[in-house]
């Protein structure tokens, strides 16, 4: 047995592929799709990468389309509610990078490909994989790594999806002001939010509706986009002048649409924290990454960037191991990674909720001043400092303190 091995091509598992590479240790990606099936498969997600994970892939020598249609610059916050709706626009710096991963995905395998990496095409399991490594690294989140990796229920509040999601790539909606994404936030019935997207087709507007289980917003998830395709998009509009009327007023009706048949997403997320490492058929140890890991909803686009984040932290720990790829080591490993993780996941979940009165007292500051704005929309990047926030009255103060 000699080297990594890594199952899964998402932005964990090709990442984590990509910088053992370049550290020269041996690694083998098993990919279920080649790089053209992921570029043809229907979208599952559309996340939002933040600046440190943009960096992480300037030091792989991948970070590609720099230019403005691949880029959020501004955040456009509405929170509906109450007397008056409380509304504000803020600055992400530096910009988040919005590539459909059914681009950004395959530029990643064949770059490993190309740069002499192993990648075997097919599926497999863990324990498979197991009987030819010294470590297994499992990053995708199959029926199988379900039976390896159960739901830990001391980190996992939550049982049933919290959202149901309805989310896909559109035409036909006018931006005022260039790369700014809204977000309308409804609490008690979930959000809708409209984000600038460089999709497989090009530039095109992702519209989602984050719905609370059973609400109004629950509807086009439900829906056959394909079947009837002009009901589900009046359906949609329906929606978006009911609940977001600004936003409404920017759709050019003639031209709103799908981009292409099937460019939608649809179904609900179960916020899930899995057990970190577990032993295979032959006791050789796998790690849990990724979706193998943690499944947090999308409201805060956490889910990418703390994947990258942890395959780069997971890598050096395999860089500097001193000892065999033992129990010890993986122990070690993923309380090390969940060390960073566990803020993520609160916040991630925190969101959910309705925002307590510290919080809201937050955005009304921010609805106030432009410096509170900015910082809040940009510390998004850091989820250790953002939950040190959000997570208390205390951290608010002190981080309106800072701004002021």
């Known amino acids: 047995m000699t080297g990594i091995g890594i199952i899964g091509s998402g932005i964990s598992g090709l990442q984590l592929a990509l910088r053992l590479q370049q550290l020269d240790i041996p690694v083998t990606l098993y990919s279920a799709q080649t790089a053209e099936e992921l570029r043809a498969a229907r979208p599952r997600n559309f996340p939002a990468r933040f600046g440190p994970t943009q960096a992480r892939e300037e030091s792989l020598g991948v970070h590609a389309w720099q230019y403005d249609d691949a880029r959020v610059h501004t955040w456009s916050i509405t929170l509906h509610g109450g007397d008056t709706d409380l509304e504000f626009t803020a600055a992400l710096t530096p910009p988040s990078s919005v590539v459909d991963f059914r681009l950004y995905l395959p530029h990643l395998l064949e770059e490993f490909t190309r740069r002499g990496g192993n990648a075997v095409i097919g599926p497999v399991t863990a324990d498979q994989v197991a009987r030819r490594h010294e470590l297994v690294v499992v990053a995708n989140g199959d029926r199988s790594v379900r039976e390896l990796f159960p739901a830990d229920p001391a980190r996992s509040p939550h049982s049933t999806p919290q959202r149901i999601l309805c989310s896909g790539f559109y035409h036909g909606i006018h931006e005022d002001s260039p790369h700014t994404l809204d977000i309308h936030f409804l609490p008690g019935i979930g959000e809708i939010l409209r984000i600038p997207f460089l999709s497989r087709f090009g530039p095109a507007h992702v519209l989602a509706f984050e719905a609370v289980p059973n ?177 208390h009255p205390d951290g608010v103060d002190s981080f309106v303190k800072n701004c002021t």
């Open 215 to 391: 609400g109004p917003l629950e509807a086009p998830a439900h829906l056959d986009a394909d079947a009837d395709p002009a009901g589900f998009h009046r359906e949609v509009l329906r929606l978006v002048a009911a609940y977001a009327p600004s936003l409404r007023e920017r759709v050019d009706t003639a031209r709103f649409g799908l981009v292409a048949p099937g460019e939608l997403a649809q179904g609900g997320i179960t916020p899930v924290v899995r057990r970190g490492w577990a032993r295979t058929a032959d006791g050789t140890c796998a790690l849990a990454i990724g979706d193998a890991w943690i499944t947090n909803d999308p409201l805060t686009a956490q889910g990418a960037n703390l994947g990258s984040h942890t395959a780069f932290a997971l890598a050096e720990l395999i860089a500097s191991a001193t000892g065999p790829f033992d129990a010890e080591f993986c122990r070690d490993a993923s309380a090390r990674l969940w060390d960073h993780a566990r803020h993520a996941v609160a916040w991630s979940n925190a969101f959910l909720a309705p925002p307590p009165p510290h919080v809201q007292e937050l955005l009304g500051r921010a609805a106030g001043d432009k410096r509170i704005a900015d910082a809040f929309v940009s510390r998004f990047h850091d989820p250790v400092a953002m939950w040190a926030v959000l997570s």
